[in-house]
């Protein structure tokens, strides 16, 4: 059964890039951010009802929600300005940066070929961010860039830090969502962004909060706790499957550039995570 949870996981979250460009054809990354997290805290307060409680180690998700509504709003930010392909590509490099920030952060002495991976996932990176022009560094969007791998080093480090806290998986999502929800509410309302998309806005956002932000992530859990190898493996047809959807749905052209990149991003993580 966890075969088919990450087999279902991995074809949702391939085709959520598509629904990210989609969606911010009606909407701006506020607006679709604040949809999709209502949706999302709308499913887990479901889940959580019958567990609920008031404890202090619940005011954690003060600051990881912050951090979590921070990652997408930067994430959205870079889908606004970037194709979708180039955005999606950037944005994994997130378990590159997990190494970067695991030498710092937990003492982790880098390997031969931990360091090698890094480089070529870099280098990967680099060729997405400039279409091949590498020689010449010339960004088409250099702001949109900076987005697309900025989300992924606070992706990073979200993810460490959600990695010591040791509540109950829908317990913690659902705070980190409420407080979270929160900010972004409080952002709009302040800056007058509050307002009521168009009806196609809306549903790809609904469709972003439960298969980007909630159902999935409950399907990859049981993934991983039931054959992790499997699930992990899977997991790195996500970007190449994305691409496929963003041609079909989006209607983008993949330009031998991401391709290739995304290839030596892949091939960087893996080998990064290869070195025990």
Request: one cysteine or more.
């Amino acid at each position: 059964m966890s075969k088919k949870h990450a087999v279902f996981a991995v074809l949702l979250w391939s085709t959520v890039a598509s629904a990210f460009k989609l969606s911010l054809r009606y909407m701006n990354p506020l607006q679709l951010l604040f949809c999709a997290s209502l949706t999302s805290l709308i499913v887990f307060g479901i889940l959580y009802s019958r567990e609920f409680s008031l404890r202090k180690e619940n005011l954690r998700s003060a600051y990881l929600g912050f951090l979590f509504i921070l990652y997408y709003t930067v994430l959205f930010s870079a889908y606004d300005r970037l194709p979708a392909q180039e955005a999606q590509a950037l944005n994994y490099t997130w378990p590159l940066m997990l190494v970067l920030l695991s030498i710092p952060l937990l003492g982790k002495r880098p390997g031969v070929r931990t360091v090698l991976g890094l480089s070529i996932g870099f280098l990967g990176a680099l060729i997405v961010a400039t279409k091949g022009n590498i020689t010449g560094l010339n960004f088409s969007d250099p702001i949109g860039v900076a987005l697309g791998l900025g989300s992924a080093v606070i992706w990073a480090t979200y993810w460490l830090l959600n990695l010591r806290d040791e509540r109950p998986l829908v317990e913690k999502t659902f705070w980190n969502f409420l407080f979270g929800f929160a900010y972004i509410l409080a952002v709009l309302v302040l800056s007058g962004g509050l307002a009521v998309p168009p009806v196609e806005g809306i549903a790809g956002a609904v469709y972003v909060g439960l298969f980007e932000m909630g159902i999935t992530f409950l399907l990859w859990y049981r993934a991983v706790e039931g054959d992790m190898a499997f699930a992990s493996n899977l997991a790195y047809l996500v970007p190449f499957l994305s691409l496929f959807f963003i041609s079909v749905v989006v209607g983008e052209r993949i330009v031998p550039s991401t391709f290739m990149g995304l290839v030596l991003i892949v091939l960087g993580i893996v080998l990064g995570r290869s070195e025990k």
